[in-house]
């Protein structure tokens, strides 16, 4: 079922919508209540001006326009005077609107931007298997669309809270000129607003339905864009374009829609105070006829109708981006209603030591599909060993290092460090402890230096020694501006090995007790990994180290070996005693130095 029939099936009531729309208002003007209270002072100034200069223009046709035009009286020091009321009034109304202004934009502003840091902070204290079921693209456009959208309501917000004081007002005003002019401008107005909250809230559904199915056009972008390399490898632009096609056709189709709806309905509004002010005319005219009101009295009550052609279209505006910014702000609360967060002990008050013993406690593991990925894992590793895990595809090698570094839990048993269970460690405090480098590491559109310090205040001379252990110097002449060259969305500029070593060098300058290389130098030359694991053993580090390994060059620089197989730790121990008494470990080495072989020949002849 698509997003649009979701959501048409199960389309809410006005009242619903209403009280949802009032719910979200003061949940934002509670963040900021003092910008808020600024700028509906300014509306309240300008409504107050709107008042004043209906009065003003009445008062000066009544004293001025019709006794010197009728009357024949001498203008004298009228005009002056007239002229010193108007811009009094105008400069009144200045103040207002500057003032609204300036405090709504600083209103809108902060709130979308406190709601992307609440909407990030939180993301990042989900669990992964959440994210496992979120693509980043859709994550991205609730981000960035939904906040916007969602926050949109507080722009006319001020304006109309100041256009209702205006219509309370404007009610008052005409009433107490004449009864029937009341009448007519109650019955009139009431029709006006009563046509904008229905044409709002009929557009609920379509303004809920366009958001998620922009999540699904940014969603299917952010695949094709992420997987560009792969998408030409196997040539399949064509198939790509199709489905972004497809689905922004959709998009178009609904915000099409929705704006030709938007359209007849303000074609609609935007019409009436031209016709409640005739009615009123031809009524005011003949009241004034019969000597009921004065005609200064009926310009005064016209020109307030035609005053309040805008800021009603106001009022219009927000009720309809109440239903709007609600539909938008429903994705942003279901990330932040989401409750599978990961939970951390307290902060340990004791020393840290060099290194750090490792201990895993009957593990067992197992993804969404249910399918034990890990059974009954045990493995005990003194601290300040480097430690080669080996195993066939599959054997459940990067799922025991992302456990190690507590990114997923067990779903049964413990893994300790120093006896500590590392659910028990603070959010702070486990990430000083446990550095982990995958063999696809994210890095960043910034420099190399950037990438590396990630904006810690680290001395020169630490980031260079990091530098220097992950091999990142060995390159770092051959870019263009050195540590200071820009390399790109997820470091497109780099090769894959540099990429690894510019990561491996991020986890190196925390200086981690226990560091976990999920076949992070896969992609480096074997040499060169030869050389960068030497430099990590003489570097005197301060950390247990363990590394997913398949090239035997690289598992004979280690102290210990676990090997594993279908999720279980075969054997543990060291290289000279696995390959004399596990068959199974001498033939997957093997089988891998004669795939190397293989490749090596494969890209000679290419």
């Known amino acids: 079922m698509t997003a649009s029939t979701r959501h048409d099936a199960d389309a809410p009531r006005l009242g619903e919508v209403f009280s949802g729309g009032m719910r979200l208002i003061r949940q934002f003007v509670r963040w900021h209540p003092w910008s808020f209270a600024l700028a509906v002072f300014g509306a309240a100034l300008f409504v107050s001006a709107i008042l004043a200069s209906a009065v003003v223009v009445g008062r000066v046709t009544d004293l001025v326009i019709i006794p010197v035009l009728d009357g024949g009286e001498e203008i004298g020091n009228k005009v002056t005077l007239s002229v010193l009321a108007v811009m009094a009034v105008a400069l009144w109304k200045a103040v207002g609107i500057t003032l609204r202004r300036t405090a709504a934009s600083a209103l809108q502003f902060r709130t979308r931007a406190d709601a992307r ?22 994550l991205l456009s609730v981000s960035e669309i939904d906040t916007q959208t969602g926050t949109f309501v507080l722009a006319p917000l001020p304006y109309a809270t100041g256009a209702s004081l205006l219509l309370i007002g404007t009610i008052v005003l005409v009433f107490a000129t004449h009864w029937i002019l009341g009448v007519i401008a109650l019955i009139g107005l009431s029709v006006l607003v009563s046509i904008d909250i229905r044409g709002a809230f009929s557009l609920f559904t379509d303004f809920e339905a366009a958001q998620y199915e922009r999540g699904t056009v940014s969603e299917i972008a952010h695949e094709s864009i992420d997987g560009a390399l792969t998408v030409k490898a196997l040539g399949r632009e064509a198939e790509e374009t199709e489905r972004f096609r497809a689905a922004s056709e959709i998009l178009q189709t609904r915000l099409i829609d929705i704006g030709v709806r938007f359209a007849n309905f303000r ?10 002010n005739i009615v009123i005319l031809v009524a005011g005219a003949i009241l004034v006829g019969d000597g009921a009101m004065s005609a200064g009295q009926l310009v005064t009550v016209a020109y307030l109708i035609t005053l309040m052609a805008f800021p009603l279209q106001l009022i219009g505006f927000v009720i309809f981006e109440m239903a709007h910014s609600q539909a938008a702000w429903t994705r942003v609360q279901e990330i932040l209603d989401a409750d599978e967060t990961i939970d951390h002990g307290s902060l340990d008050a004791r020393p840290m030591v060099d290194g750090a013993g ?9 993804y969404a599909d249910g399918e034990p990925v890990l059974t009954d894992v045990q493995f005990d590793i003194p601290a300040g060993r480097t430690v080669a895990i080996v195993g066939p595809t599959a054997s459940g090698k990067s799922t ?65 020694r990091a530098m220097r252990l992950a091999g990142v110097e060995r ?4 870019l263009p501006a050195g540590y200071d060259t820009q390399i790109g969305e997820r470091g497109a500029t780099l090769s894959g090995g540099q990429r690894q070593r510019v990561a491996l060098a991020r986890a190196l300058l925390r200086r981690p007790r226990v ?28 950390s247990t180290i363990v590394i997913v390994a398949y090239r035997r060059s690289s598992i004979m620089l280690t102290d210990e070996v676990v090997f ?23 033939r997957l080495l093997r089988a891998y130095e004669e795939d190397a072989v293989r490749r090596e020949e494969e890209e000679g002849q290419s």
């Open 515 to 542: 560091l976990v290389l999920d076949d992070a130098t896969s992609a480096v030359d074997p040499s060169v990994e030869t050389e960068i694991l030497r430099g990590l053993q003489g570097a005197e580090l301060p």
């Open 267 to 276: 074609a609609i509004v935007e019409s009436l105070p031209a016709a409640i």
């Open 117 to 138: 840091e609440k909407l990030i902070e939180h993301q990042l204290r989900l669990q992964l298997a959440w994210h496992d079921r979120r693509s980043t693209g859709d």
């Open 475 to 478: 390159f770092i002449t051959e």
């Open 400 to 464: 025991l290092t992302m456990l190690l570094a507590r990114l997923w839990d067990p779903s049964d048993g413990a893994i300790h460090i120093d006896g500590r269970d590392l659910r028990e460690f603070a959010r702070s405090e486990l990430a000083l402890e446990v550095a982990y480098v995958s063999q696809e590491s994210f890095l960043f559109d910034d420099t190399v230096w950037g990438n590396v310090t990630l904006g810690s205040g680290v001395a020169d001379e630490d980031v260079l």
């Open 564 to 586: 594993m197989d279908e999720g279980r730790v075969v054997a543990h121990g060291s290289h000279e005693d696995l390959l004399a008494t596990q068959p199974g470990y001498e």
């Open 358 to 366: 490792l201990e895993s406690k009957d593990v067992q593991f197992s």
